[in-house]
């Protein structure tokens, strides 16, 4: 409105609204001021960094960059300043602790504070900040000396002045106040100085013994009010009253000592000079540190000598000289230089056959001279082998006790000797050991009854020997031949005549004997209990073979040949004829064969090779017994039997009746008893050639 106008007055703001609307600019004619011209702070030294401090805020009355703009604090190395402005836009500052104070440094700091606006010329404004920096116990006592000296005579009176310890704090007041004390005291050193808390003065408090302590090194504590403490150490040395015998002290005794220590080694150290006795393998040695070596003069062996008795004398100058003595007892420590020994060796054993599995058989047994665990013997075998096969599959030992037990059932028949080789080692490191062979017999039992060799006896023939009806008394008809595996006597056979057809006929023959005879021949052992086998003999008493014929036919069969009988000859005789055509042709091919063979080499002028055929053995039921035969064969034309005989030049004959056959062989033996001679043939029957 152009017809109207207002003034308005604020301070040294006019505005002037006119109908055209006019401002009055500011002038910057006013500078910051602050309300007040000191600012006090007390801070105590002890406030961590970050702590923040809230400053006066200045006044400037000018508008826009004429007002106050900025707030700026003297350098210094513990505060920075952080600016901050309010929401109407008003500025303040605060004081950060960037660094910590020290009181014993720098008790007083004095900054100041600038206010500065923005206008051209550029006003400020200051105000001072005192701080005043408040003690905290940050300082602990410190002693002037970190180790104090003294002297003090033996038996010194109660209350007698040694020496004074002082520390000083660099804190103020209370926190600056010290105490002292002795810290941990040991023994009975509190009883022998006290110390002034206040003033730090040591004395005397108990009796003072140069015998007992020649120097005594304590701590004192120094602490002020807040908890803080330092320490310092008093060596205190007693001077000595000749007034005591002298006192050994033994400053190092090594015991026990290894047997293997070498001469020299040093057993003890004393403190003084003194002597031992000369028979003992030690003397003294003094060292370059004033004291006295107890050093071994020679080797130890603790199997001789366990242990030592020293005793030591020691005198001192006075007047008269007094004297003292001490016993130190040295034990030797084992070592492991002895390997165990056996008792004896080789041992020697006996053991039953057919013993139980797990049976004690023997006991070895070692010693060692050593001792604890060096001489803790384990029994162990040797990785050996009987007949290829390992001994522990035979034997076992008990590894504490060295018992050995029988893993198996022994059979004498098969092993009669068990060699062992059983190691004893100690318990050392490294371990000891010895060997020792053990041998185990193993003891024959009768567990085996005598086998007959002959007559055989078989299921399928019959052995008969032939007598001639002409035998004198004395005649030997056989010879029964058996054996027995097991040894010594369980071995020895004796021969009874159990059971004859007639007994009287093999004490005189008559003519009116029967021609078929059966004997029963026992054969037993001497073994305990005896065990015993029998055979049977069946005895032909007849002057010729075809005498004989039809009664051992009945003595062999319960009933008469039947008539299959025939059928069964003729077709036998059938197969023997066959193959005796195919070995003809057979032997025929070979033979021209062989000739063509011998016209070739003839003719190739190569060396002629003689060939001589093989001679034929047979081995009998037995098989202990190979011989070389010649056997001849003949037919008879007797009634409906056949015959073969197979002969030589004899004396005596012997006949072999197969029952399930319808002939008889008969077999001449040479003129010496076939019983007699170790490779003389028992029997062949037709089924031997065919």
Known sequence: HSSRFSTTLCGQRLYTATASLSQILDVNDHAPAFPNKYIHFEISESATVGSRFLLESAEDPDVGLNALQNYVLTHNDNFILKQHANPDGSKYAEMVLQKPLDREEHPRLSLKLIAVDGGNPQRSGSVNIEITVLDANDNAPVFNQSVYRATVMENAPKDTYITTVNASDADRGTNGQITYSFSKLKGSIADIFIIDEKTGIISVSGQVDYE?????????????????????????????????????????????????????????????TCSIDTNLPFKIKSSLTSYYNLISDIGFDREITPEYNITITATDSGSPP??????????????????????????????????????????????????????????????TQISGTPVSTYISINSETGVLHAVRSFDYEQIKQLKLVVKAQDGGSPP??????????????????????????????????????????????????????????????????QKATDR???????DKDAVKQRLTVVVE???????????????????????????????????????NLTF???????????????????????????????????????????????RYA?????????????????????????????????????????????????????????????????????????
């Not at 302590?213 to 004192?220: C, L, N």
């Not at 069964?568 to 064969?593: D, G, N, Q």
């Not at 081995?619 to 030589?648: A, I, M, P």
Request: glycine share 4%; net charge negative; aromatic share 8%.
């Open 568 to 614: 069964y000859l003729v077709l036998a005789l059938a197969v023997v004829s066959f193959l005796f055509i195919t070995c003809l042709v057979v032997i025929i091919s070979v033979k021209i064969y062989r000739w063509r063979q011998s016209r070739i080499l003839y003719h190739s002028n190569l060396p002629v090779i003689p060939y001589y055929p093989p």
């Open 322 to 383: 007094l004297s003292s003595t001490r016993t130190l007892h040295l034990k030797i420590s084992d070592v492991n230089d002895n390997a165990p020994l056996f008792d004896e060796g080789p041992y020697s054993a006996f053991v039953t056959e057919n013993n139980s599995p797990g049976m004690s058989i023997f006991t070895v047994s070692a010693r060692d001279s050593d001792w604890n665990q060096n001489a803790r013997i384990s029994y162990l075998l040797e990785d």
């Open 618 to 690: 047979d081995t009998l039921g037995t098989g202990t017994l190979q011989h070389v035969y010649n056997y001849e064969v003949c037919r008879t034309t007797d009634s409906r039997k056949s015959d073969c005989q197979f002969t030589r030049p004899c004396s005596q004959n012997v006949l072999i009746m197969d029952p399930s056959s319808t002939g008889t062989k008969q077999r001449m033996q040479s003129e010496q008893n076939i019983l007699d001679e170790p490779d003389s043939p028992l029997e062949v029957s037709l089924l031997d050639i065919f």
């Open 504 to 510: 009287a006929l093999f004490e005189v023959v008559n």
């Open 212 to 272: 007992k302590d020649k120097k005594y090194e304590v701590r004192v504590e120094a602490k002020d009010q807040g908890g803080l403490t330092d320490s310092s150490k008093v060596v205190i040395e007693v001077i000595d009253v000749n007034d005591n015998a002298p006192v050994i002290n033994v400053m190092s005794f090594s015991s026990p000592v290894s047997e293997d220590a070498p001469p020299g080694t040093t057993v003890a150290v004393i403190n003084i």
């Open 525 to 563: 052992d001497n073994g305990q209990p005896s065990r015993s086998a029998t055979v049977n003999v069946n005895v032909a008493v007849a002057d010729s073979f075809p005498e004989v014929l039809s009664e051992f036919t009945d003595f062999t069969h319960d009933k008469e040949y039947n008539d």
């Open 432 to 497: 000891l050991s010895s060997n020792v062979t053990v041998k185990i017999m193993i003891q024959d039992q009768n567990d085996n009854a005598p086998q007959v060799l002959y007559p055989v006896q078989t299921s399928s023939s019959l052995v008969a020997e032939m007598v001639p009806r002409s035998a004198d008394v004395g005649y030997l008809v056989t010879k029964v031949v058996s054996v027995d595996v097991d040894s010594g006597q369980n071995a020895w056979l004796s021969y009874k005549l």
